[in-house]
């Protein structure tokens, strides 16, 4: 991706009057609502004392995000705005760590592990997840390989570890 590429995915949220605004809102709902309803999966498998699966449904994706974390710090890609002169339109302070999204890989995990209990939320944030990869590189925190590989990632350690 080039920087002109970049102003490309960005101006529609730059040229209207709270394009900004719509796209930092949509950024923190879909942010929000995939990782809140995460804890509620975990709490109804408690509920219905469906132990095995509450077991796996924590301890995969913790380990998973642990991985994807330390491989982050180690790899230190950098951020889009820290390679172009561009003012990312969701502020994002940090340096490296760009490559693979974690935000985008957290939610197809977690999509993947929906998927495991409730299939249709499951391909619902996966939809959802694809978004906020959009939402993301639009954004200017990450480029498009930083959001696939976070994608892909998140697929691969859910069909790896949930699907038979």
Not at 2 to 8: I, V
Request: glycine share 8%.
């Amino acid at each position: 991706m080039t920087k002109e590429q970049y102003e490309k995915w960005s101006s529609p949220f730059r040229k209207k009057e709270k394009g900004e605004k719509i796209l930092i809102w949509a950024d923190r709902m879909i942010t929000a609502l995939i990782f809140l309803s995460y804890p509620v999966l975990l709490g109804c498998l408690a509920w219905e004392g469906l132990f095995l699966e509450l077991r796996r449904c924590m301890l995969i994706p913790a380990a998973s995000f642990f991985l994807v974390s330390f491989f982050r710090k180690v790899y230190l890609s950098k951020r889009p705005y820290e390679v172009w002169d561009i003012q990312p339109l969701l502020a994002k302070e940090t340096k490296g760590k760009s490559f693979p999204s974690r935000h985008v890989f957290s939610a197809f995990l977690i999509g993947m592990t929906f998927f495991y209990i409730v299939r249709p939320l499951g391909i619902l944030f996966g939809v959802l997840g694809s978004f906020l990869g959009y939402i993301r590189i639009a954004g200017g925190v990450h480029f498009p390989k930083d959001v696939l590989a976070g994608a892909l990632l998140g697929l691969a350690f859910g069909l790896f570890y949930f699907l038979p």
